[in-house]
């Protein structure tokens, strides 16, 4: 396991904030005291720390495949008409990401970004309806050639309020490599072609660059 680079400020804030408040603790509460709300800091850290962890996993790859852009649980799977980019029908499966998963988020595919637009907006909750078009995001739009293009929207929630995005337009793209990171959890949607097979199901917990999302 490894700690992603976009952890090292907020790792190095708390444990600043640790070591400042251990100091305080002992200088003016009582010894045992002191100890455990160190030691309930500490525990705090170690936390942070788990947000930014990219731990050792076999990424699957298949040029047929769509893979998981996200660790979490199946949320939303159903036929939307897309505002922002298609204008058209398309297949919304949201993965909603909690406190407790894998924070990188990745891409499902190879091909080439067509589109990769930033959105200012709200901090709804991430499983209301409307946070996959008021909430603050980031959307990409990827296209893999022979077999057509989906878009990836990283969605940030009322806890999640930093979208990190690296994707560039015109840039090839390799399958399960970064795509960005929502520091603290949030939602990720994929918005697939109706043609598209999918191969999860709703409330599945799946694993991002792991888990096989749909084929084309």
Known sequence: MIIHKEG??????????LGIAAVIFKSFLPHELAIILTILLAVVVLFVVSFFRIPNRKLSEGNN?????????VVVMEEIVDEEYYHEKRIQVSIFMSPANVHVNRYPVDGKVLYSKYHPGKFLVAWHPKSSTDNERHSVVIET???GTLLVKQIAGALARRIKNYAVVGADVKQTNELGFIKFGS???VLLPLNAKIKVNLEQKVQGGVTVLAEW
């Open 65 to 73: 495949q769509i893979i998981c852009p996200a660790d979490g649980k």
């Open 187 to 189: 939602r990720v949607d």
């Open 145 to 147: 050639p022979g077999k």
């Open 8 to 17: 090292y400020p907020s790792i190095i804030i708390a444990a600043v904030i």
